[in-house]
């Protein structure tokens, strides 16, 4: 079946960066969009980027715009995404899911805190 | 923006509940689809899409779930709620900027 597997998060100081991975298997990767989502603390959910099946069409939320990168290799059945300049509003558990949320992953935990 | 209402709901089991999204635009999509989709995040885990582009469920979703509306006024029903659903409900828009709604957090009395 589909599975989605986040790796990456950590602790990291505010300014510094992270590159998260996402992993995915059950299904033809490369022919879906995928997508970043993100939640804080006890908050609700935030859509962080998608990118396109070939990596044509992507975007970001205003929020990260100019700081985070999306990328996938379709070779590997791998999204990306490249973080910087990181804040303490960036502190979330960061999901990967398949194009609107057809499949989830477990998320990673990213914490900004010097 | 996507307003939902209630923020919360408190249902006894077998009785019907209801929860409303009203985007702040339109969500029609030049391809004439309307792209307002539905999420149930449980306890711990992971949202799930429950419903897509309106009123389409997502293969495995129980039938008790249903979507409805248009423009700028769409709502999300449980014919029954069960105690397996609860947790907090989204609605989400993606025309332009993609967005959440603040969430309703469901419970069962």
């Known amino acids: 079946q589909m599975q989605l597997v986040e790796s990456g998060g950590g602790l990291v100081k505010p300014g510094g960066s992270l590159r998260l991975s996402c992993t995915a298997s059950?299904?033809?990767?490369?022919?879906?969009?995928m997508s970043w989502v993100r939640q804080a603390p006890g908050k609700g959910l935030e859509w962080v980027s998608y990118i396109s099946d070939t990596g044509y069409h992507i975007y970001y939320a205003d929020s990260v715009k100019g700081r985070f990168t999306v990328s996938r290799d379709n070779a590997k059945n791998s999204l990306f995404l490249q973080m910087n300049s990181l804040g303490a509003e960036d502190t979330a558990l960061y999901y990967c899911?398949?194009?609107?949320?057809?499949?989830w992953g477990q998320g990673t935990l990213v914490t900004v805190s010097s | 923006v996507m307003t939902q209402a209630p923020l919360s709901l408190s249902v006894t089991p077998g009785q019907p509940a209801s929860i409303s999204c009203k985007p702040s635009q339109s969500l029609v999509y030049s391809d004439g689809r309307t792209y307002l989709f539905w999420y149930l995040q449980k306890p711990g885990q992971p949202p799930q899409l429950l419903i897509y582009e309106v009123s389409n469920r997502l293969s495995g979703v129980p039938d008790r779930f249903s979507g409805s509306g248009s423009g700028t006024n769409f709502t999300l029903k449980i014919s029954r709620v069960e105690a397996e659903d609860v947790g907090v409900y989204y609605c989400?828009?993606?025309?332009?900027?993609?967005?959440f709604g603040q969430g309703t957090r469901l419970e069962i009395k």
């Open positions: 899911a398949l194009q609107w949320g057809d499949s």
């Open positions: 059950g299904f033809r990767f490369s022919d879906y969009y």
């Open positions: 989400m828009q993606s025309i332009g900027p993609v967005t």
